[in-house]
């Protein structure tokens, strides 16, 4: 035996392909760390763990890893993880500095400002009538202002910016080539505190403010808002497929022969990652397998759900009365008796077609909740059908009147509809159980109890 094979000894083999426990270990670690609820032991996780693998080991039999539409998601999977180890060491924080720097370039020596206005609308076509009339208008402000009107006031009252009006006409911290000329030129030439005279802008009249006026913070002090904000633009990938463009421009290969060959270098370096790319193929693989071969036809397979439900009726009953019906809200009063009236002799599937094409074809008279109702979740059915001493009617808001149609079930469902969603869980449950034990049947399971005991106990 090597000494590799020592260090990391083959714990089970599924169809003839081993198991390191290093891999036994990060799945059985990662499935029950803190904060799992039914925790196993070694021995209880092994029967999931080779149910698992012989999931996977089926759909490789099924070749659904050739599938383009697989490896396109396994490698979006896989390309969160690896493009990033692409980034070279100072690289990012190279581009934060960079991005600093651009900010204090484009301060030109300047300080940063904080303006507040007020801002008359003007059209760039406006009538020579209108703009006497908004000229008037930022006049009057002025005049208000220099009387001693509070400047924020008046911005919430009259300025027709809204979005700074709100907080009283403050914008933003501006530098140069933020905002149009007229405004940058006024804004730069008053001292905080002071105002300025109105003047004309492309889109209207206005009045500026300074608030105040600062150099813009150190890198120090930026840092960490600045690399926040990249993180959140995508550096890092920018980054990663810089990197990427430069091999390919010298190798002649294509981003996913790069991304495979750096995904099996960093794999080899690096045992999680090994196995969260392991775990991101085969759990991709398992679900395809899974999806087509057990839970779609099971949901579609009514007559199977239906009988499988007559089978296990007891198992569904109800320790309180349902009422398996709709409660339906009327703009008119004088609907509430047609509506039942309408639907009452229907099957229950047909009342919603039948509703909308007699009620609601021109506009929404009658509004709808059809489904299995248990006390305690519609006050209008606790009201109308429970009779709850306390409950009160709540009409929907526009739809006053209130009616119920339906009928209560006492010991549990007449029909697997009644409780759809349980009884596809439970037969998804039964085939998955099917179909594991005939793979059982199919491939060789080898497990080594003794590799088994120094899980996690070396």
Not at 280 to 305: M, Q, R, V
Not at 377 to 406: Q, R
Request: with cysteine; hydrophobic share 35%.
């Amino acid at each position: 035996m090597t000494a590799a094979a020592q260090e990391d000894p083959i714990v089970m083999r599924i169809n003839g392909v081993p198991v390191t426990r290093s891999e036994f270990e990060y799945n059985y670690n990662k499935n029950n760390s803190e904060g799992v609820i039914d925790k196993k032991n070694v021995d209880e996780y092994v029967d999931l763990f080779v149910n698992y693998k012989l999931k996977v080991q089926a759909a490789l039999d099924d070749k659904l890893d050739t599938l383009s539409s697989y490896q396109k998601e396994f490698r979006q999977y896989r390309d969160q993880q690896i493009r990033p180890l692409l980034v070279p060491e100072g690289a990012k924080e190279a581009e934060v500095r960079k991005y600093y720097d651009g900010l204090l370039s484009r301060l030109e020596g300047k300080q940063l400002l904080q303006p507040a206005h007020i801002l008359i609308v003007l059209p760039q076509d406006a009538t020579e009538e209108k703009k006497a009339a908004a000229k008037a208008r930022i006049d009057s402000v002025y005049q208000a202002l220099k009387d001693g009107a509070d400047f924020a006031e008046l911005a919430k009252q009259v300025s027709q910016d809204p979005g700074s009006a709100m907080r009283g006409g403050v914008l933003p911290w501006i530098g140069p080539n933020q905002v149009v000329k007229e405004f940058e030129d006024v804004a730069y030439s008053l001292n905080e505190g002071e105002m300025s005279e109105p003047f004309l802008m492309p889109f209207g009249y206005d009045i500026v403010k300074l608030i105040s006026k600062k150099d813009l913070e150190t890198y120090e002090e930026l840092h960490d808002k600045i690399q926040k904000y990249l993180e959140g633009q995508g550096i890092e990938n920018y980054i990663a497929q810089q990197v990427i463009d430069s091999i390919a421009g010298q190798d002649q290969k294509t981003i996913e022969q790069i991304l495979d060959e750096k995904t099996e270098e960093f794999c080899a370096k690096d045992d999680d990652l090994k196995y969260l790319v392991q775990e991101y193929h085969d759990g991709l693989l398992l679900f395809e397998e899974c999806n087509s071969k057990i839970w779609e036809p099971a949901a579609k397979d009514t007559l199977a759900l239906e009988n499988y439900f007559k089978k296990n009726k007891k198992q569904y009953a109800w320790a309180e009365p349902h009422y398996r019906g709709m409660v339906y809200y009327c703009k008119n009063a004088a609907d509430v008796k047609p509506v039942q009236k309408l639907v009452k002799k229907l099957p229950q599937s047909k009342w919603m077609n039948t509703i909308r094409d007699n009620f609601n074809q021109d506009s929404i008279m009658v509004r709808v909740e059809r489904r299995v109702f248990k006390k305690g979740e519609n006050a209008n059915i606790d009201k109308l059908v429970f009779k709850v001493k306390d409950a009160e009617l709540k009409p929907v808001k526009g739809f006053p009147n209130v009616g119920v149609l339906g009928k209560v079930l006492k010991k549990g469902p007449e029909e697997w509809t009644d409780v759809s969603n349980q009884v596809i869980n439970d037969y998804q449950r039964l085939k998955e159980d099917e179909f594991v034990a005939e793979l059982r049947k199919r491939y060789t399971v080898e497990i080594d109890k003794e590799a088994l005991k120094t899980v996690n106990n070396h």
